[in-house]
C-alpha cells in the first residue's frame, strides 16, 4: 500500500474484517541526517500487527529500537528523528500525517502510554489527585463529582498505600516506585484500547512488579486491551504477552508465540539473551554476550549479527536474511534458524572459588544503627521532648566480611539505600554506631569523615546519568578521584585514567568523549571505574544494573565479580532482582520496613528462606517461562511504616499467630551456618511446612 505521508490518509481495503488490527505498522523505516550528509535508518521495514486483546512484548539490547517502535505505534518520533518509508495506521488513519490537534483525543485516551521514568508523565509542581483529575477530564465521560472516587480506586489498583491521603502529595514527597505506580493509574485513567508500555516496572520491588503485571493482564483479558510491552525482563514479558518480538539493530530478528520463543528460541540472538538472564535457582553468573550491537548505518547487505554470531559464515557476512515465515507460526530472520537448537540459553556451572569470602577480618561493622528521615521540631529540640516517629532502620546489626559482596533485598521501603546512605555518610544515623576495621568508629557524615576514609569508602548509583557531569569529558570525570586522592597529574593521571578504562573493558579512545556518547552500559561502567579509582576497600553498589539490558547486566556482574577478586573488595550490594542478588552475593541480608528478618549464606536463604516474608519475596520472582507463574497473597496490601510494637511484618503475615506476633518483638534464631532468622514460629520446621506453633519458650 502506498501512502502520502504528508496527508490525512484513509484506509480503504474493502477486504477489512474482524480480524482487522487495531493498530498496523507497515513497512516502518525510521532514521536520521547525520552530519555527514548521509540518512542512517534505526528501524528498517518494520511491520507489527496488534489486535484487540493482544499482549505482544518488544525485547532486545538497548539500541535495538524497541522504544522507537512502541512510540511510532502512537504516531510519535523523538526530535531528530523523521520516516523514511512506511506508515502507522490507527482506525483507518496513519498517525504520522495527522496533526497535533487530530492526535490530541487519540494519545493518553485511546492509546495510551506509560514511560520507564515516571518524572516524563508527573508534573511536579502539581498534587497527586489534580493530575489524575486532568486525566479523567480529558479522557473520559464521567462527572466532576465522581472523579474523586474513580481516583482512590486507580490508586489502590495499582497497590499504592492510603490513597484517600496520597492524592494531597505532590511527586516529590513519593519515591520513585510510587511515582511509577501513579504514572501507570494515570495511563489507566482513560480506559485505553491500546497500551504502550516502555520499561514500566524496572523501578519496582519484586512484590509489586508481580501485582502490577497481574493487574494489566487481568485489564487487558477483561476489557480486550491490547498491550505492546518494551521490557529487558523477559520474566515480565512471560507473564504478560502471548507474543513476543526480538528486535537487534533496527529489525525484527524473530516473532511468534511466547512459549515457543522463550522456550526454544529459533534464533541465535534471542538464545543469547536468554542466556544473559541470572536464575533465581543457580549460582552461576550469567553469560554476556561478546561484542557490541551494531550503530546505525554500519550494517548494509549483510546480517546484522553476523558479528556476533557463533553461526556466522559468509553467507551471513554477503547476504541479508529475510524475514521468514515458518509452519510453526513463527517468523525468524537468520540463514541458519534450522542450527539455533545448538547454542544452550542457560549456564548451569560455576566456579566454587567465586563464592569464597576473602578474609575473615570485618571491614565495616554495622551495630543497633537507626536511621530516620524525620526531623523535630524546633520546639521538640528546645524542650528536649522525644519524637513518636517510626525510625525508618532500627536495629540494623552487620559486620561486613573483606572481600565478600552482602546482598540487601527486600521491597521499597524496606531501608536497603537508606543503609547505604547512612554507611555512606551521607545520612546520619540516631542509634548505634559504625566500626572501622579495627574497632575504629567511622563518623556519621561526610564532613567529619578523614580524607582517608572517604576515599576507603565509595559508592555507585542506579542512574548514571545523574552521577556523571555530562559536561565533562570521561577523562576529566576520571581524573577527580585520582587528583583528589593521590595528587596525580600529567603523563601519569593520563596513563592511570585509561588503566581505569581498560580494567571495566572499555578503551583508551573513550576518554575524550562525554556521558551524552556512551550507551547506559558504558556509563555504568564509567561510574564503576570512578568508584574504583579511589581504590576502596568498600563498594556501595545501589540498584547498579536495574536499568541496563540483560546482555550489559550480565557483563556488568562479571566486572563487578573479577574486580572484587582481584582487589579484594567488599560489597554492600542492594537490588530488587533477587536473581541477580543470588548470582553476586556470598551473604544475604532480607528486610522489611527497616527490620531485618532474615541473614545467612546466599544458598542457604534461596534454598531454605525461613521467615514467611523472605517466602513472600521468592514467590514472586517472575521467571522467563510462561507456565512459571507468582505465587501472590490475594488481600496483600503495603504499608507505609511499620508498627511500633511487635513483629514488623505482622499485618501482612498469611501466618501470623496474632497477639504473639502484634505484641512481642520476636526472636532471633540460628538455623545452620550462620543462617538467621527473626519470627516466633517453630524455626524447626522447613519453609513450606513452616508449623503455625508458637516457640515455646520467648526469651
Avoid at 552530519?35 to 489486535?51: F, I, P, Q
Avoid at 486483546?53 to 504516531?75: F, H, N, P, Q, R
Avoid at 528460541?265 to 550491537?293: F, K, M, N, T, V
Avoid at 548470582?583 to 528462606?609: H, K, N
Amino acid at each position: 500500500m502506498q501512502s502520502d505521508l504528508l496527508e490525512v490518509t484513509s484506509r480503504t481495503d474493502d477486504s477489512s474484517a474482524a480480524v482487522e488490527p487495531l493498530l498496523q505498522i507497515e513497512d516502518l523505516s525510521i532514521g536520521f541526517d547525520a552530519k555527514s550528509g548521509d540518512t542512517l535508518a534505526v528501524l528498517r521495514n518494520v511491520n507489527l500487527s496488534v489486535h484487540a486483546g493482544d499482549a505482544i512484548g518488544l525485547v532486545g539490547e538497548s539500541g535495538s529500537g524497541k522504544s522507537t517502535l512502541a512510540l511510532a505505534l502512537m504516531g510519535y518520533l523523538k526530535r531528530g528523528l523523521r520516516v523514511l518509508n512506511g506508515a502507522t495506521w490507527f482506525d483507518e488513519n496513519n498517525l504520522f500525517a495527522l496533526t497535533r490537534q487530530q492526535l490530541e483525543p487519540i494519545r493518553g485516551g485511546r492509546i495510551a502510554l506509560i514511560p520507564q521514568n515516571s518524572g516524563q508523565s508527573l508534573t511536579p509542581s502539581q498534587r497527586i489527585g489534580v493530575q489524575l483529575e486532568e486525566a479523567l477530564q480529558l479522557h473520559t465521560a464521567l462527572k466532576p463529582g465522581q472523579y474523586q472516587d474513580r481516583i482512590v480506586e486507580l490508586l489502590a489498583q495499582v497497590r499504592l498505600p492510603d490513597p484517600g491521603k496520597l492524592v494531597a502529595r505532590y511527586p516529590h514527597e513519593l519515591s520513585g516506585g510510587q511515582q511509577q505506580r501513579v504514572a501507570i493509574a494515570m495511563a489507566l485513567a482513560g480506559d485505553p484500547e491500546v497500551l504502550l508500555l516502555d520499561e514500566p516496572t524496572t523501578g519496582l520491588d519484586v512484590t509489586t512488579q508481580a501485582h502490577i503485571l497481574t493487574l494489566l493482564r487481568e485489564i487487558s483479558q477483561q476489557s480486550d486491551m491490547a498491550m505492546v510491552y518494551v521490557s529487558h525482563d523477559l520474566g515480565a514479558i512471560a507473564q504478560v504477552c502471548n507474543q513476543v518480538a526480538v528486535m537487534y539493530a533496527g529489525e525484527i530478528m524473530l516473532q511468534g508465540d511466547v512459549k515457543q520463543v522463550l522456550r526454544e528460541p529459533l534464533h541465535p540472538y534471542a538464545r543469547g539473551l536468554l542466556a544473559s538472564i541470572p536464575r533465581l535457582r543457580s549460582e552461576a553468573l550469567p553469560q554476556a554476550l561478546d561484542g557490541r550491537p551494531p550503530a546505525p548505518g554500519e550494517v548494509s547487505n549483510e546480517c546484522s549479527f553476523a558479528d556476533r554470531c557463533v553461526l556466522a559464515d559468509t553467507a551471513c557476512r554477503s547476504q541479508r536474511p529475510e524475514l521468514m515465515s515458518l509452519p510453526s507460526g513463527e517468523r525468524v530472520r537468520c540463514h541458519y534458524h534450522h542450527r539455533a537448537d545448538a547454542i544452550p540459553v542457560t549456564v548451569e556451572s560455576i566456579q566454587g572459588a567465586r563464592k569464597e569470602v576473602a578474609s575473615l577480618t570485618p571491614v565495616v561493622s554495622l551495630d543497633n544503627l537507626g536511621i530516620t528521615y524525620h526531623r523535630s521540631g524546633l520546639l521538640k529540640q528546645l524542650l528536649g521532648l522525644e519524637d513518636q516517629n517510626t525510625p525508618t532502620v532500627q536495629a540494623i546489626t552487620l559486620a561486613l566480611q573483606s572481600g565478600e559482596t552482602l546482598g540487601l533485598v527486600g521491597e521499597s521501603g524496606s531501608g536497603k539505600s537508606t543503609i547505604l546512605k547512612s554507611v555512606a555518610g551521607l545520612l546520619p544515623p540516631f542509634e548505634g554506631q559504625m566500626l572501622w576495621r579495627d574497632n575504629e568508629r567511622l563518623p556519621e557524615t561526610i564532613k567529619q569523615r578523614s580524607s582517608k576514609q572517604l576515599r576507603k569508602i565509595q559508592i555507585i548509583f542506579q542512574n548514571p546519568d545523574e552521577s556523571l557531569n555530562p559536561r565533562q569529558t570521561i577523562g576529566e570525570i576520571l581524573a577527580q578521584p585520582l587528583k583528589l586522592y593521590f595528587g596525580l597529574s600529567g603523563q601519569e593521571l593520563e596513563r592511570r585514567s585509561i588503566e581505569l578504562l581498560e580494567r571495566v573493558r572499555l578503551g583508551s579512545h573513550y576518554i575524550s568523549r562525554y556521558p551524552a556518547q556512551l550507551s547506559g552500559g558504558e556509563k555504568q561502567r564509567v561510574a564503576i571505574a570512578r568508584a574504583f579509582a579511589a581504590e576502596p576497600d568498600l563498594v556501595l553498589c545501589d540498584e547498579v544494573t536495574s536499568a541496563l539490558d540483560v546482555s550489559v547486566q550480565a557483563a556488568v556482574l562479571h566486572l563487578l565479580d573479577d574486580l572484587k577478586r582481584e582487589s579484594k573488595t567488599t560489597y554492600i550490594f542492594v537490588s530488587h532482582d533477587l536473581a541477580v542478588v543470588r548470582s553476586l552475593s556470598d551473604r544475604v541480608a532480607v528486610l522489611y520496613q527497616g527490620r531485618l528478618c532474615e541473614f545467612g549464606p546466599a544458598a542457604a536463604v534461596y534454598a531454605t528462606p525461613s521467615h514467611p516474608y523472605t517466602e513472600v519475596l521468592l514467590d514472586a520472582v517472575l521467571e522467563p517461562d510462561p507456565d512459571s507463574k507468582p505465587l501472590l497473597m490475594t488481600d496483600d496490601v503495603v504499608e507505609l511504616s511499620p508498627p511500633a510494637a511487635g513483629c514488623p511484618f505482622q499485618r501482612r503475615c498469611p501466618q501470623s499467630l496474632g497477639q504473639q506476633c502484634n505484641r512481642e518483638t520476636p526472636p532471633w534464631h540460628e538455623l545452620d551456618g550462620g543462617h538467621f532468622i527473626r519470627c516466633h514460629l517453630d524455626i524447626s520446621k522447613n519453609r513450606r511446612g513452616m508449623s503455625k506453633l508458637p516457640t515455646v519458650e520467648l526469651p
